[in-house]
């Protein structure tokens, strides 16, 4: 081994030890309660018919993009979509990027200059921080959804300051309390910044412009790759941010972008969401019929939620990934959280739930996650 495998193995050791070491899985034919296709977009024989008529109503579209969007890469179609969904969003304008993660990290790492301050809620998901880090601004996090916390840090803030919180937390599945982040934000001149990959879905317009703040939020992140089934992001704001980070955003500039038939299917998807009510109300209906199943206890508590992420907490990566095998052995995808995903001490299952899960098999996952819950 060189000496660099030798630094590689070192670290790899340690994540085994601490029960933290990843593996990669196949798909698997289990139930799924694991994954971000919250209304059943991704295996929708609809969309899939939507998406093939589209492609075949342009059939002189290239299977690749050829380039990034400034240099051979862009299509009007592209930019048309752009409009189609902010104005779905009720937005100014948007950019699309190729993945949540690239969105956050051009938005943050350009946005923020030296003497400028970013202030994160300590939940923020791992692209937000990235894009923070890759700044040259003064960064604080301040703790989960605690306005006060969070007070405290706009005190210290310098420069342009922006604040980014998420509006469904993907690890917890909590709403903030969003009218109050943004008065406080508003409070200190600064500008904020919800990252909603969670929320649109169970909320088709998102939390933002359901809660009417959409044109106090500087900025709203959609990913296309959780309730809307397919892949790829959009960054929502004003037609100025839009403009700056065609100029500066690094993740959007030096990247070869979306190929035709991805932008069809956000195109197609987005269709599909404006007629998804009997998914968003099966949805909400198995939330309800999860939650109420489950038996509270202080032990091992499910997290407080609304959403279609659901969390037990058992404290350590062990145990958390013990239960989730149990219910894998029982026929139920349902995966561990644990360190360093999740702060040490926090480690839990997820489940997340569907328009498509049936009641018989929230019933039987819910029995036997009470078994472990009262051991
Ligand atoms: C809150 C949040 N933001 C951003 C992302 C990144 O989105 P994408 O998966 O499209 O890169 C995720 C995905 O895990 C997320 O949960």
Redesign the pocket.
Known sequence: MTAAEIHLKKKLDERKSSGAYRTLKPESALIDFCS?DYLGFARSAILKHLIDQEVQNHPHSLNGSTGSRLLSGNLQYAEDLEKIIAAHHQYPAGLL????????LGLLSSLAQRGDTIILDEL?????IDGARLSYANRYSFKHNDIESLEAKLKLAKGNCYVVV?S????DGDTPPLLDILNITEKYGAHLIV????AVGLHPLGLVTELGLSNRVFAS?V????ALGG???IMLGSDILRQYLTNFARSFIYTTSASFHQLASIKMAYRLLNSAEEEIISLKNNIKLFKEQIKQESTYPLLNSDSSIQCIVFRNNDKAREIANILQNKGFDVRAIVSPTVAVGTERIRICLHSFNTASDINKLATIINQFINA
Do not use: P, R, W
């Open positions: 971000n990027f190729n993945s949540g993660y690239d969105a956050n923020i998901h791992a692209s937000a998420e469904i937390y993907s690890m990252d909603e990959a969670h992140l990913t296309f790759g959780k892949h790829g992001a």
